[in-house]
């Protein structure tokens, strides 16, 4: 019953050795890069322009609003935090879009340095283990707050990280709830194409090419393809067995990257991560929560 993403992210690490290996490390460096982009392009068949129309504007305009007011939020108070700028953004965008899978995807577009991997092994580990404690305490939190059965389902969708947590939390509510969730959870997720395209430029423009081993894409393939795939299945043009398969693909990839990144990792580099980290997240998700509550009360939902 625990994540699939931190369980194979943990089976990593555990073998870390296998890193020095040179027979391995070809084969690692293509499952961290390669096909976590391929992962992630192959979400977009799972998200259509539908999907918002269903909603009504308002909540899609909040949900929208709640992404970047959490990355304008974590990125305002990293350095209260001793952090900079590169994890600021890395934590704020796995918390407001969707969580581990937006970790690796906004990782593979940020100037690498000697600590990348241990930011992005810490960060997949953080987000996914408060996410798997929203799974738990936020259905409990809407029964307090009397919230009916949509407006139970926005709040969930609009504030856990990960979407397998997203559907746990919403369906062990209601069917309602759950279908409500998990369209909101899937908005988020296609929100990950313009963050990292602006992410991609504003990196292109203010980092000099001497901090950075080779300078990102002015749009990266894999949000390419994102966009693309989300446009076809708009159209209704992809079938639903398409879909159902790219979705199996995308999970295994997805975690077949995670499991490579934490082949890169040793334990002990992420514990030196250290608790102001942990403050970060958990001050981030806070925030999209409050956010989302006071957008939906002032929406009138």
């Known amino acids: 019953g625990a994540p699939a993403m ?18 391995c490390a070809s084969g690692i460096a293509f499952s961290a890069r390669t096909i976590l982009r391929f992962g992630v392009a192959l979400l977009g068949t799972r998200i259509s322009f539908e999907m918002a129309a269903d909603l009504g504007w308002p909540v899609v305009t909040l949900v929208v609003a709640s992404v970047f007011a959490t990355i304008g939020f974590g990125m305002a108070v990293s350095r209260l935090f001793g952090y900079r700028a590169r994890f600021a953004f890395l934590s704020a965008g796995s918390v407001a879009i969707c969580g581990a899978s937006a970790a690796m995807a906004i990782s593979a577009i940020l100037p690498k340095d000697d600590r990348s991997e241990e930011r992005l092994v810490f960060t997949v580990v953080g987000v996914t283990l408060l996410s798997t404690i929203a799974m738990i305490v936020y259905p409990i939190l809407a029964d307090l707050m009397g919230l009916e059965s ?23 509510m209601s069917e309602e709830t759950g279908e409500v969730a998990t369209v909101v959870k899937l908005i988020r997720v296609a929100m990950l194409a313009p963050v990292i395209l602006v992410a991609s430029l504003i990196i ?3 980092v000099s090419t001497a901090d950075v081993s080779e300078r990102p894409a002015i749009v990266p393939s894999f949000v390419l393809a994102f966009v693309i795939l989300v ?20 999970r295994w990839a997805l975690l077949t990257a995670i499991a490579a990144v934490g082949l890169k990792t040793s334990l002990k580099d992420v514990i030196d991560v ?5 403050a970060l997240l958990v001050v981030e998700t806070a925030f999209i929560g409050g956010f989302t509550v006071a957008g939906l009360y002032w929406i009138g939902f």
């Open 274 to 278: 250290g608790p102001a980290a942990i």
């Open 6 to 23: 931190l369980m194979a992210l943990l089976f990593g690490i555990a073998l870390n050795f296998l890193s020095d290996e040179t027979k």
């Open 204 to 206: 292109r423009r203010y």
């Open 150 to 172: 949509t407006f139970a389902g926005v709040f969930i969708g609009a504030t856990i990280h990960d979407v397998a947590q997203v559907v746990g939390a919403g369906f062990s």
């Open 231 to 250: 446009a076809v299945n708009s159209f209704g043009l992809i079938p639903q067995p398409v879909i159902a398969t790219s979705t199996e693909l995308s």
